[in-house]
């Protein structure tokens, strides 16, 4: 069974940071493209970045140079560090593994992001 949990949402000030981590189980977690997508209230869901299994990283443009994306494919897990956090940065941010020219996609639960003073 393929899980994906996310962890280290929280609430922080304008101009804080958070790291969010997200551990895979049930997949052959090197051979995914992870991504972390995020959803505000009243919003569509939306690609914020994406790391492939050979490690290339692309990211939304609202959110370049402040945000990395990572993996330590030892520890089946990949990360969003999030900087210079903004009150628009706000959401639920989920994790996907898809397997390239596959169907497989998987989603995890989500963690709320809150940035306000």
């Known amino acids: 069974q393929v899980q994906l949990v996310e962890s280290g949402g929280g609430l922080v000030q304008p101009g804080g940071s958070l790291r969010l981590s997200c551990a895979a189980s049930g997949v052959i977690f090197s051979a995914y493209t992870m991504g972390w997508y995020r959803q505000a209230p009243g919003k569509k869901r939306e690609l914020v970045a994406v790391?492939?299994?050979?490690?290339?990283?692309n990211y939304n443009d609202s959110v370049k140079g402040r945000f990395t994306i990572s993996r330590d494919n030892a520890k089946n897990t990949v990360y969003l560090t999030l900087n210079s956090l903004k009150p628009e940065d706000t959401a639920v941010y989920y994790c996907n593994a898809h397997l390239i020219g596959s169907v497989y996609d998987y989603w995890g639960q989500g963690t709320q992001v809150t940035v306000s003073s």
């Open positions: 790391i492939s299994s050979g490690g290339m990283t």
